[in-house]
Structure formats: C-alpha cells, structure tokens
C-alpha cells in the first residue's frame, strides 16, 4: 500500500500569506525500494533533510500553513522537474541535451544518493518511474500551487518558504576564503523568484536571531523556487538551506544535544516571517 504523498497542517486562524514547506523531510521509505536498494537503511537516508519537518512544525502556530512530503527525495525528488528524467536509471528514456543535475544522478526519480553512491545495481521501470510521479509528484505540487493560490486570493500575495538542510562541507569553502560560514542560505534565484523587500524581511528575521545568513551562494534555489516564484504576480518563493551541523549529527542522522535550542530559535524566526502576510490583510479585504 501506498505512503501518503505529503502531510498539510493547517492553522487554526489562517491569517498569514505565508506557506512553509519541507519537500526533502520525508521519510517513508517503502520496502520495495529498501529492497531493491543495494544501499543500507542509514546510507540511503543520506540525501534527507532529516528533521526538517520538525524544526519548522510550529508554523501553523503563527497564521501559516505547512506542507510536508512523506515520501523521501531518494525515493523521488520534489525539487526537481517532472520530466527530469534519468536515462541511466530509467528504461525507455531518452537522452534529451545536457541536465548536470539529471547526468550526476540527481533527477527527480533520483539514482544516486550524498556523494554519489548508487542506490541500485541496475535500471528501473519507465512504468515505476511514472507511478512514483502520478502518485507522490503531483499530488504535491498540485497542493502546493493550491495553497499558495488561495493565499494569493485572500491576502493579495503568497510567500513560499521551501525549506530545506545542507550538508556542512557545502559551506566550508566559504569559510576557507575568509568569510564567515554561512548557517543560513537563502536563495531566491538572485531575485527572480522574490521582491527584495520580503527576501530583506526573511534574512532580517533569521539574522536577529543571531544566525550568519548569506544569499544564493552557494544555494541559488532550484526547481520549487524557479517554478513558484512569480513577484510579478504576488507569488514570492525563497529557499531556505540550514547547516545541518547546527542541529544534528549528519554521520548517524540523529538530533544532535543543540536541536533543542536550534528548534526554539527557529519558533521566533518562523513567528516573524509569518507576520509578513499578516501584515497584508487589510489591503487584500478591500
């Protein structure tokens, strides 16, 4: 039987704009996959942003719907196109000009795992391929253009926060060029995808709460942030990558002994940024 594809926590007074989602949380492995899998329950658990969902769960608390996937980014990639389709891994599909995300196994029915580790020994089905995306792609993507729609209507905008982790030696190489290393990556796909001023509002909010914040390097945004990010029609989408040193031990993938402290932060963090839609509601009752 199936997973459910994701989990929406709606708040009880829905009076925010904004929408917090976590499309790289899941982690309802099915067991045909842990079967087919040549990886272990640990290793194929290492493109998770593990505990995501749980740092960012209180945003229903402030006016903010949250949208969270169930199953895994290994199992299929929410943050990936639908027709970003794997010619090594998948059978029938032909190869379609140069993807470096789909040739470094990183397309939406993924083939590799964190540091390029295979998760099968061979090909998979066109048939479960399509399955993975009728069954887990688009009933999300569908809710999620759904909830933004209806921000839009009632608030006169909508401000996605794709939320996501970051392997710790993605910011090491800033840190060696003298800069401070980066806890938080906001990326806005320099400034396609969202007005200056909520993305301002967003690293205002992360920054007072004493995280070092940077924007779009080296995490621009992908495929949400470029698909949902319409300033020009009220729709804003900024991605959000936390260093997962912070809050977890990324070898064994538990919390680590500050999780705790990280997760109360992050409560005020969320608490500001939702007060961004909040502070629309007037205008949008006119």
């Known amino acids: 039987m199936s997973q459910p594809a994701f989990e929406v926590s709606y708040p009880e007074k829905p009076n925010s704009c904004v929408v917090f989602a976590s499309p790289h949380s899941g982690r309802n492995y099915p067991w045909s996959m842990l079967r087919a899998s040549v990886l272990?329950?640990?290793?194929?658990?290492?493109?998770?942003?593990a505990f995501v969902d749980q740092l960012f769960d209180c945003a229903p608390q402030f006016g903010a719907t949250f949208l969270k996937a169930g199953a895994p980014r290994a199992f299929v990639d929410l943050n990936r196109s639908s027709d970003e389709l794997d010619p090594a891994l998948i059978e029938g599909v032909r190869r379609r000009g140069h993807n470096p995300r789909v040739a470094s196994g990183l397309g939406v029915i993924p083939r590799v795992v964190a540091n390029g580790r295979a998760i099968y020994s061979g090909k998979i089905s066109m048939l479960e391929a399509k399955r993975r995306l009728d069954q887990y792609w688009h009933p999300y993507h569908d809710t999620l253009q759904g909830l933004l729609d209806e921000a839009l209507r009632h608030h006169g905008q909508a401000v996605l926060i794709d939320c996501h982790s970051m392997p710790h030696e993605a910011?090491?190489?800033?840190?060696?060029?003298?800069?401070?290393?980066p806890e938080i990556v906001l990326g806005d796909r320099f400034g396609a995808a969202a007005?200056?001023?909520?993305?301002?509002?967003?690293?205002a909010a992360f920054a007072a709460a004493g995280f070092v914040v940077t924007r779009n390097a080296p995490f621009a945004g992908a495929y949400v942030a470029q698909a949902y990010g319409r300033p020009s029609?009220?729709?804003?989408?900024?991605?959000?990558?936390?260093?997962?040193?912070i809050y977890m031990d990324e070898g064994r993938i538990r919390r680590s002994s500050r999780f705790a402290e990280v997760q109360r932060t992050l409560k005020g963090v969320i608490a500001e940024i939702a007060q961004i839609g909040q502070e629309r509601m007037p205008l949008a009752a006119e």
């Open 40 to 49: 272990d329950e640990l290793a194929i658990r290492s493109s998770e942003d």
């Open 195 to 203: 007005g200056g001023d909520i993305v301002d509002r967003v690293e």
């Open 171 to 181: 910011v090491q190489g800033i840190a060696r060029s003298g800069a401070k290393r």
């Open 233 to 245: 029609r009220g729709q804003h989408a900024i991605q959000v990558e936390i260093d997962r040193a």
